[in-house]
T-cell receptor
Framework: RKEVEQDPGPFNVPEGATVAFNCTYSNSASQSFFWYRQDCRKEPKLLMSVYSSGNEDGRFTAQLNRASQYISLLIRDSKLSDSATYLC????????????FGSGTRLLVRP | GAGVSQTPSNKVTEKGKYVELRCDPI?????LYWYRQSLGQGPEFLIY????????DSGLPNDRFFAVRPEGSVSTLKIQRTERGDSAVYLC??????????????FGAGSRLTVL
């Protein structure tokens, strides 16, 4: 089992739709959580950090459920430019500080 | 520079050859990471440097892979006796502070390695 798991998608939604992605992680030592966005043939870029109390950045809302070990990302009012792969990232703080990436969820927003 | 710089952007080599991939992190970033990404997959952790030392090299797949960061800035990933399965995009990232909390990575554009 992978340490960070995501539904690969693709999620195909019309412009203006609301879409949600989930991500589960297996290591309870995980301390920090992020969503990165990756466009086709580009490098990943930070979308937002995920805080315990949940946080919002414009149309994007991230939630963390430590008890169930999952993270979610909600995108409201989808734009064509939101089409990308969304990577869930977990930072374990034990013997190392490496960040573990999920395989990503692909989003396609159609006109 | 303003961002993380990786060279070469593309490298095509033959099976069995030796390759070096270079990463120039953001000035002042003490942490440097190497990841490998295959098509349709997320970045796979290879190695993490804090300063000059490799703090965690548990992701290096075998002893053909080695990385150095002698002066705590530029890093080189070295692959000996390349195999077709080594073909991937090798991503470098740096971070401005130690990962004791929210450790935000800035990635370079990657080096695409193709082993024929």
């Amino acid at each position: 089992r992978k340490e960070v798991e995501q539904d690969p998608g693709p999620f195909n939604v019309p412009e203006g739709a609301t879409v949600a992605f989930n991500c589960t992680y297996s290591n309870s030592a995980s301390q920090s959580f992020f969503w990165y966005r990756q466009d086709c043939r580009k490098e990943p870029k930070l979308l937002m950090s995920v805080y315990s109390s949940g946080n919002e950045d414009g149309r994007f809302t991230a939630q963390l459920n430590r008890a169930s070990q999952y993270i979610s990302l909600l995108i409201r009012d989808s734009k064509l430019s939101d089409s990308a792969t969304y990577l869930c990232v977990v930072n374990r703080v034990d013997s190392s500080y490496k960040l573990i990436f999920g395989s990503g969820t692909r989003l396609l927003v159609r006109p | 520079g303003a961002g993380v710089s990786q060279t070469p952007s593309n490298k095509v080599t033959e099976k069995g050859k030796y390759v070096e991939l270079r990463c120039d992190p953001i000035s002042g970033h003490t942490a440097l990471y190497w990841y490998r990404q295959s098509l349709g997959q997320g970045p796979e952790f290879l190695i993490y440097f804090q300063g000059t030392g490799a703090a965690d090299d548990s992701g290096l797949p075998n002893d053909r892979f080695f990385a150095v960061r002698p002066e705590g800035s530029v890093s080189t990933l070295k692959i000996q006796r390349t195999e077709r399965g080594d073909s991937a995009v090798y991503l470098c990232a740096s971070s401005e502070r130690r990962a004791s909390g929210a450790n935000v990575l800035t990635f370079g554009a990657g080096s695409r390695l193709t082993v024929l």
